[in-house]
């Protein structure tokens, strides 16, 4: 497997679904297959929270999620499970700051793809040497959908990081409506990773569409 180029990256990044069971009120898959068709370009299995999976049953939903992902040709990442990524044999794994170090998961990965969450220049100088392949930045706004939460940054971090990283393919995270995509591309963002702006929608192809279509109005004038 070579390694990825960062323009495909920057790419997939466009619209990225973050998504677990604990987010749906439904088959998280039938959610995955709905947003892709509405125009997300690559997804993140993130089982966490209350009556988060765990086992087997953890393993066949992300199967499922992944079958769904192949048959779009859409890139499946799996949030901190390495061990669930390699058996997968996913697309890639996304870590944030407490997980397994970066270096380690780079050995375990291969030519994987390495998101990694940084919210400071510091962090994101430490994660380019390491070799993350992408930067998710956040929370850019107030977020439902995760507890520990670090404080919001606004599109401020996006600016610092971009402003240091001028190559790095990077995502921003939190709270984020089709109504402030414009907000995070302008300040540097490839594109928009969300949980509940599809997820917590009765219609995910809808609500996908709708963010796809402010992305492309938004990068075609960068
Ligand atoms: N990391 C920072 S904010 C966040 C994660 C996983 C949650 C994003 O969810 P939402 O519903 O798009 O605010
Ligand atoms: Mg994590």
Same mark, same amino acid.
């Given at each position: ?71 779009? $040709?859409?890139?499946? %990442?799996?949030? #901190?499970? @390495? ?6 044999? *996913? &697309? =890639? !794994? ?77 995502? $921003?995270?939190?709270? %984020?409506?089709? #109504?402030? @995509? ?6 540097? *963002? &490839? =594109? !928009? ?30």
């Amino acid at each position: 497997m070579k390694p990825v180029e960062a323009a495909d990256l920057k790419a997939w990044l466009k619209l990225y679904l973050v998504i677990g069971s604990a987010n749906c009120r439904k088959d998280a898959a039938e959610v995955v297959e709905e947003a892709i068709r509405g125009g997300v370009t690559m997804v993140q299995f993130r089982e966490k929270g209350r009556n988060a999976l765990e086992g087997a049953a953890k393993r066949e939903l992300a199967g499922r999620i992944l079958a769904v992902c192949r048959k779009h $040709g859409v890139p499946l %990442i799996v949030n #901190d499970d @390495v061990d669930l990524a390699l058996a997968l044999d *996913a &697309d =890639g !794994v996304h870590i944030g700051q407490e997980d397994e170090p970066a270096e380690q998961v780079r050995k375990r990965i291969g030519n994987r793809i390495l998101g990694l969450s940084v919210h400071s220049p510091e962090e994101a100088r430490l994660g380019a040497e390491r070799h993350a392949d992408y930067f998710g930045v956040g929370p850019v706004f107030p977020t439902v959908s995760k507890e520990d939460a670090r404080p919001v940054q606004g599109t401020a971090a996006l600016r610092n990081i971009r402003g240091m990283h001028a190559a790095m393919p990077i995502v $921003g995270i939190g709270g %984020i409506t089709a #109504d402030r @995509v414009h907000e995070v591309i302008q300040a540097g *963002a &490839d =594109g !928009v990773a969300v949980i509940s702006a599809i997820t917590h929608t009765p219609d995910a192809c809808h609500a996908a569409m709708e963010l796809s279509r402010a992305l492309t109005g938004v990068l075609s004038k960068r």
